[in-house]
Every structure is written in C-alpha cells, then in structure tokens.
C-alpha cells in the first residue's frame, strides 16, 4: 500500500525536467506518495524560452497528455508565447509556401503527400499529429499539475548519492538524507543516478558540435535562411539571428571552451563559408550527436526514464517525446506495484517496451547524422532521399515514422491493434475515449449490444472501466481492452467473445 509516513516517500524522482514532472503527475493519479529533487533552484532559463526551447511533440505524446487532460492548458500555455517575436522568428518554417509537415535530417515532408487513410488504425482526435510547444510552457502546465495533485517538488536540491537495500532506496541531497521505497532518475543526459546506480551506458561517439546561438550580425542578409548544407557542415538560419549549425569537428568544442563572440563567429563562418561579422553574441549552446542508451532500464529499486536514459543528438526532434513516453508507461505500472496490485515483475515489461524505442530512436538520429557529412556521397545520397520523400509513399513512411503513428509495442497476441495506441473511437453518446481514461484506469470497451463483457470487468472493480456503447465507427471491431497508459493490451472482432480478454487483463491489470 503507499505509505503516508511525511519523511518516506513511495518514490523520489531526481529531476523536475518534462519527464519527471509528467511522471510525478502519473504516481500520483494512483495516488502514490511522490517528492520530485530538482538541482537548479530556479526553473526559468532561457533556453527553455524562445526560440531554442521549441519543442516539437508528436502523436503518441499528445495523445498522452489529451488522455490526462493536460493538452488543452499547454496549448493555452503556448497561445501566450506565441505571439511574441522570438516565435515568429522559431517558426520560420511553418511560413513556407506549401505546409511542411516535418524533416529528416533537414529534407522536409509536406502535409499534402501523406496518406492518412492508410494507417487503419487511427480515427480523427483533437489531439492532433504534432504540436510545437516551448519548455517553458509544458513545464510551467506540468508543474502546476504535478504540485495540485499533491507532488511535492523541491527545487535548489541536487541529489548527490544514493544507497539502496531490498527496502528501499536512502537519498542523500543537499545536506539531507531522503527515504522511498523507489528512486527514478528524470535527471537528464548526465544523469548521477544512472552513473552511481551502475548503468551501463552503450552507444556511439560524436561526429561534431552542434551550436544554438543567438546573435546580431553586421549584415543579417548574408546568410541564407532556412537550411543550407555546406563543404563543412551545415546552417540554418531565421532571420535575424538565429542559428544553429552543425561543425564536423568529432564533438571537440562540445564544453570543451567558453563558447565567446569570436569562437562562434570563427566556427559560423567555417561552416557557412561566408565572411559574417558578428556584432554581438546573445545565446549560445552546443550539443552533440553522441547516441547513447542504457542498456538496463532498471536495477531493482532504481529506475531510468527519459534523457537519464538515453541521449542522441537534437536533430530529429524525438528526445522529449521519447522521454514523456516513458513517463506514461512506467507510471502506471510502478503505482500499481507500491499499491500491491501487480507483481513486481510488472516493472520487467518497462524496459522491454521502451528499450527498443529508444534504440528506434537513436538509429533514426543515426541516419539523420549520415546524411549530414560534408562528403559528396552524402549529398548525392541526400538526392536520392529528397526524391523518395517527395512520393506519396515516401511522405507517408516518413510521417509515419517522425509522428510516430507506427509505435507497436509487442505485446504478443494476434490482433493487429495490439500494442498501438487506442483509437479515438467516438461514442454516440458520452465522453470520447480520450476523456475516459483520465482517471488513470484500465478501460474495456464493449461495442456489443448487451454488454456480455460486462462481468470481466467487474473482476477488477475500481481498476477498470467498463463501456458498453455504439460507435460512429468502430473499425470492424466488437470490444476493446486499452491499459491505463492507452495501449490496446486485447481485440476482438467478435462481438461478445472474451476468448483471451480475461488472460490480457490479468497481465496486464495485474494480479497481486
Ligand atoms: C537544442 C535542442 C532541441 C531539442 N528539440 C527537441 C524536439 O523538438 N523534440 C523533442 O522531443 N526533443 C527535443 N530535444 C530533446 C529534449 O529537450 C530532451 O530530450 C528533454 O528535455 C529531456 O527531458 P528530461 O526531463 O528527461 O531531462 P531534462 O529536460 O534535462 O531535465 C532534467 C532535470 O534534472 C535536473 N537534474 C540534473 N541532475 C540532477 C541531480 N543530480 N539532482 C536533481 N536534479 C537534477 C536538471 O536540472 C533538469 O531540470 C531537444 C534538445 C535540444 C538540446
């Protein structure tokens, strides 16, 4: 059961990052004891601002954060900043002649290829494909709920180390010594719990730097905008300041030297083979396309999510998506674990679903990465990209892939909806079935007449909902049974047939 004791917590999260926040939601709607430890003390900064904290989310995030009804006060969030310059000047993009629906390694998709109607599975949602937000925006909502559900967030508290014994986990963070029974590190790419908690960490070195910066130039016209790949790397540009490009230089200037006016006017017009002058130099970051995962997602009462948990470089947009996505699979299953409804085992299916995410992910920054070389196979390779995503079924693979639409995770069983995401099936009468999974419940979906399904649900009282309704369109199926995070663990074309319902529910509701 949670414990109420003030000085234990069911779980401490280290990080009040996106991922930690979300999570620290998801606990708690299971109503699990949570204290999130953020180092920093102040959780502004201005590169979670415009334009460099733009975040593009994809489907399976905004159908998790529609599903916990959070979507709608991040949206209102954005509105506000949206009308400032800064984000005219970050979505320089979305101001192109025709409507550019997403990029691999810069070579941009449009909405008007893809072909929807092939991905049988998915049903018009008010959720949407992609949405950009600002961190600011999707932290400030996150933390606000986090905190209203009853999340204790401490920041200006660094977690320093950690012990941890069959019991539970002992934290010690700025001068106090914190206990939970589970301790999950949000706390990014550098994160100490994976390194004092024995990760191993694999994955591939760094081919260069990659900069943000913001700055004014002497001639703002000299520069072209959008993208433009070079003899040395690469540039994009929104007028006008700012920019970010990419030095093969193998990640040498990567936190390696104060990134000062004439560093990055020096590397900007290596890169651009332009002569810019810089006149003053605003913001600047670096990263780099180093690609690396964990290879465990747990050590017995530690756990990784997001960032702490895997890295890769910005460039295809994927890292914070990745990272709530973990956040609304682990949630779930570590609440029901603490409240002895599931075995421990539960936690095993975690890693086994999200590991191969991430590994999708890193090789997808991979790719983008070796279309970026300043070789000339590469541009000629980039010839031959540009023309196949320029097809209807070349935008539509790539949507598919960048929206992540394609997300399935194994889950066994034979039908083809298993492991998807559930569908936005619209109900006659009643809340839609986005609406009906914010109370964090598992949900059966009966579309028969007569509801036979009924009595399976009432196995789990309090844990699963059970729908009886018709459809505008159900998909040629007669009863659906969606986890509390969404994914469709059980379908039957047949109406009342529960032939494997009962043996899904059970694994996946769990059994004490
Ligand atoms: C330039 C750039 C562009 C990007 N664009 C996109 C995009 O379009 N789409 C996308 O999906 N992703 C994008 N990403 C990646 C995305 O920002 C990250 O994947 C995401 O922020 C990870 O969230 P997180 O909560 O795991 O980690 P973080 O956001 O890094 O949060 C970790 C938190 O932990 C805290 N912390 C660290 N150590 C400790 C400690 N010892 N004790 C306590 N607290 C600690 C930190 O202060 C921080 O607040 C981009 C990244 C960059 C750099």
């Not at 009853?150 to 106090?176: K, M, N, T, W, Y």
């Not at 810089?278 to 990263?287: D, E, I, N, R, V």
């Not at 990272?323 to 075995?343: Q, R, S, T």
Request: hydrophobic share 40%; aromatic share 8%; glycine share 12%.
């Amino acid at each position: 059961m949670p414990i109420h004791h003030p000085s234990t917590h069911d779980v401490i999260i280290a990080g009040a990052g996106p991922v930690g926040l979300f999570l620290a939601c998801e606990l708690r709607l299971a109503g699990v004891s949570v204290v999130v430890l953020e180092r920093a003390a102040d959780p502004r900064s201005p590169l979670k601002g415009l334009p460099f904290g733009m975040r593009g989310l994809s489907a399976p995030t905004l159908e998790a954060l529609d599903r916990r009804d959070l979507l709608t006060a991040i949206e209102a969030a954005q509105r506000v900043n949206a009308s400032s310059g800064a984000a005219k000047a970050a979505s320089h993009w979305m101001q192109a002649p025709r409507r550019p629906a997403g990029h691999f390694a810069g070579i941009q998709f449009f909405h008007e290829d893809i072909d929807t109607a092939r991905w049988r599975y998915r049903l018009p949602s008010p959720a949407g494909l992609t949405l950009a937000v600002d961190m600011h925006a999707l932290e400030t909502v996150l933390a606000e709920r986090a905190t209203t559900m009853g999340a204790e967030i401490r920041r200006g508290l660094e977690v320093e180390s950690f012990d941890q014994s069959d019991e539970g986990v002992a934290v010690q963070a700025g001068g106090e010594r914190l206990h939970g029974r589970w301790l999950v590190g949000c706390d990014g790419g550098r994160s100490l719990v994976r390194k004092a908690g024995g990760f191993v960490f694999a994955g591939t070195g760094p081919e260069f730097t990659g900069y943000s910066v913001e700055v004014e130039l002497a001639d703002p016209d000299a520069l072209a905008p959008g993208r433009t790949y070079t003899a040395t790397g690469m540039y994009t540009y929104a007028r006008p300041g700012v920019i970010a490009m990419v030095d093969f230089d193998g990640g040498a200037a990567h936190r390696t030297q104060p990134l000062t006016p004439d560093h990055v006017q020096a590397v900007l017009r290596r890169v651009s083979g332009v002569d810019v002058t810089l006149t003053a130099l605003k913001l600047a970051t670096t990263w780099t396309d180093r690609a690396f995962q964990a290879t465990q997602y747990r050590r017995a009462r530690v756990l990784l999510a997001g960032d702490a948990a895997h890295i890769h470089s910005p460039l295809g947009g994927q890292g914070l998506n990745l990272g709530l996505g973990d956040a609304m699979n682990l949630g779930w299953k570590l609440a029901a674990v603490i409240c002895g409804e599931a075995p421990v085992g539960l936690l095993d299916s975690y890693g086994a679903e999200r590991h191969p995410e991430g590994a999708r992910i890193l090789d997808w920054s991979r790719a983008q990465v070796a279309l970026m070389r300043p070789t000339p196979s590469t541009r000629a390779l980039e010839t031959i990209i540009r023309d196949l995503i320029a097809t209807r079924d070349g935008a539509t693979y790539f949507a598919e892939k960048v929206w992540n639409t394609s997300l399935r995770y194994d889950l066994g069983g034979d039908h083809p909806l298993v492991g998807r995401s559930v569908p936005e099936f619209a109900f006659l009468e009643g809340p839609r079935t986005s609406d009906r999974l914010r109370d964090g419940k598992a949900l059966l979906l009966d579309f028969a007449p007569g509801a036979p399904l009924r009595s399976v649900a009432r196995r789990w009282p309090g844990r699963m909902s059970y729908v009886a309704g018709e459809l505008a369109d159900r998909l040629g199926l007669g009863a659906v049974f969606v986890r509390p995070d969404g994914v469709v663990a059980w379908a039957s074309e047949t109406a009342g047939d529960d032939g494997g319902l009962s043996r899904a529910a059970s694994r996946w509701i769990g059994e004490p």
